[in-house]
Nanobody, 127 residues
Framework: QAQLAESGGGLVQAGGSLRLSCAAS????????MGWFRQAPGKEREIVAS????????EYVDSVKGRFTTSRDNAKNEAYLQMNSLRPEDTGVYYC????????????????????WGHGTRVTVTS
């Protein structure tokens, strides 16, 4: 059974950095675009970043552009989200997901194109 597992969350002060990892089992990530989502307390889940199957094309929502970077290592079957200059509003549970419904493995910011999510890792940014 395919599974994704996030790690790397934690507590950090505003302005700090964290690097999240997403490891896959039962699914070869190189066949899919990947995305990172977050859900803040009391809010809907939102996508923050996406990367194409080969790692050559990334997309970000405006709120994280210039601060977050997503990457992947298909040889390790892993994806990553480097988060810099963190803000309290970045607090939430972060999820990785595979875009099984995306054409050609292109990055996508549309949630309906994702078909598999991990269980999430919590990020808390204090002011």
């Amino acid at each position: 059974q395919a599974q994704l597992a996030e790690s790397g969350g934690g507590l950090v002060q505003a302005g700090g950095s964290l690097r999240l990892s997403c490891a896959a089992s039962g699914r070869i990530l190189s066949s899919y675009a990947m995305g990172w989502f977050r859900q803040a307390p009391g809010k809907e889940r939102e996508i923050v970043a996406s990367i194409n199957w080969s790692g050559t094309w990334t997309e970000y929502v405006d709120s994280v552009k210039g601060r977050f970077t997503t990457s992947r290592d298909n040889a390790k079957n892993e994806a990553y989200l480097q988060m810099n200059s963190l803000r309290p509003e970045d607090t939430g549970v972060y999820y990785c997901a595979t875009a099984g419904n995306s054409d050609h493995g292109d990055p996508t910011l549309f949630e309906h194109e994702y078909d598999l999510w991990g269980h999430g890792t919590r990020v808390t940014v204090t002011s």
